[in-house]
T-cell receptor
Framework: DVKVTQSSRYLVKRTGEKVFLECVQD?????MFWYRQDPGLGLRLIYF???????EKGDIPEGYSVSREKKERFSLILESASTNQTSMYLC???????????FGSGTRLTVV | QQQVKQSPQSLIVQKGGISIINCAYE??????FPWYQQFPGKGPALLIA?????SEKKEGRFTISFNKSAKQFSLHIMDSQPGDSATYFC????????????FGSGTQLTVLP
């Protein structure tokens, strides 16, 4: 079964820490995405990548950066975590020209 | 900013009833409109999708109705079952190889037994 795997299900970090969220897909998809999900706001796009080492800002990139050194892996980095970054983070992937996303199960991050 | 507006925020339906969730969009360049279903503890999964060249698409108990002139689309769940209880997101995207999806705010559906 094809998968998008997020390394942590739950994560608790302190304000000011540097946080890494990892995502791996086994479908050889070109495109990978990071969304955050908040009640009443739906899913909002943080960053996406359409190729290795390539990245594009989404709607809410402030306070985040990303890294894609290998095709199957896409990392989201919180340079200095803040309490307003407490959220559910969802990674997804898609093939070029494909219409559907495959999502991971999410990482619930709490910043205290 | 591209937006997709979704309503209602929550919906309670009796078993066997019809669940209807509505979405409206602003950007007429959107050309793909999927619905995603999310169960607790899981990521969203593609449920059904439609292109703007058709007015309706049906898959089993799930139907998308699309009104291009009104810039609206809706999900109808016929004969709703307790197993349909989940959060539903509408979305829209522009053409392009990466197809970024813009999501609605979500509807939490509860189907009572």
């Amino acid at each position: 079964d094809v998968k998008v795997t997020q390394s942590s299900r739950y994560l608790v970090k302190r304000t000011g820490e540097k946080v890494f969220l990892e995502c791996v897909q086994d479908m050889d998809h070109e495109n990978m995405f990071w969304y955050r999900q908040d009640p009443g706001l739906g899913l909002r796009l943080i960053y996406f990548s359409y190729d290795v080492k390539m990245k594009e800002k989404g709607d809410i990139p402030e306070g985040y950066s990303v890294s894609r050194e290998k095709k199957e892996r896409f990392s989201l980095i919180l340079e200095s975590a803040s309490t307003n970054q407490t959220s559910m983070y969802l990674c997804a992937s898609s093939a070029n020209g494909g219409f559907g996303y495959t999502f991971g199960s999410g990482t619930r991050l709490t910043v205290v | 900013q591209q937006q997709v507006k979704q309503s209602p925020q929550s919906l309670i339906v009796q078993k066997g009833g019809i669940s209807i969730i509505n979405c409206a969009y602003e950007n007429t360049a959107f050309d793909y409109f999927p619905w995603y279903q999310q169960f607790p503890g899981k990521g969203p999964a593609l449920l059904i999708a439609i292109r703007p060249d058709v007015s309706e698409k049906k898959e089993g108990r799930f139907t998308i109705s699309f009104n291009k002139s009104a810039k609206q689309f809706s999900l109808h769940i016929m004969d709703s079952q307790p197993g349909d209880s989940a959060t539903y997101f509408c979305a829209a995207s522009l053409s392009g190889s990466a197809r970024q999806l813009t999501f609605g705010s979500g509807t939490q559906l509860t189907v009572l037994p």
